[in-house]
């Protein structure tokens, strides 16, 4: 199984409908974060927690939101989704600052 | 915001070339690191480097981290098509903000 698991791996959605994706690790890594990727763009930062109690906005929070159950898991949130929202979501842990990124396999996103 | 730009954005070469893949930022890292992405997968990781100035070498891959540590390079020798793929630095802020910031990417295609 493995380390990082996301779900759905990939969902087509409507304009304006509520979509949650979520994540779990089974790493036991206290840092989660949630990136989106488009073509040209890189990885682009939405948001980040440390532990269940420090969550933080990334470089593109706006339209997103999150919630941090529990140590294993981070769920990402589109209150209202549109098409510019249209992506592939990554979810990664890391245990210490600066150490390595442990990615999920990605959520593809299609928001009509 | 911070950037990391990498470049070039696309290359395709043949099989035994070599090739120097750039990133760079105006912004001071405490590290850099360097993931390689397969289609359908998350990032993995291939190299941090810490230590301005630093040389890292993983085989065919030389990697530096430019004195400054605003920059670094990936450089392959004698290019293979198992080297194909997505290649990503990722720039890791020093103390207090504890973010890592990607860059654009460098798609990489290797013929036979």
Known sequence: ?112 | TQLLEQSPQFLSIQEGENLTVYCNSSSVFSSLQWYRQEPGEGPVLLVTVVTGGEVKKLKRLTFQFGDARKDSSLHITAAQPGDTGLYLCAGVTPAGTYKYIFGTGTRLKVLA
């Open chain 1, 1 to 112: 199984d493995a380390d990082v698991t996301q779900t759905p791996r990939n969902r087509i959605t409507k304009t304006g409908k509520r979509i949650m994706l979520e994540c779990s690790q089974t790493k036991g890594h206290d840092r989660m974060y949630w990136y989106r990727q488009d073509p040209g763009l890189g990885l682009r930062l939405i948001y980040y927690s440390f532990d269940v109690k420090d969550i933080n906005k990334g470089e593109i929070s706006d339209g997103y939101s999150v919630s941090r159950q529990a140590q294993a898991k981070f769920s990402l949130s589109l209150e209202s989704a549109i098409p510019n929202q249209t992506a592939l979501y990554f979810c990664a842990t890391s245990d210490l600052w600066g150490g390595e990124l442990f990615f999920g396999e990605g959520s593809r996103l299609t928001v009509l």
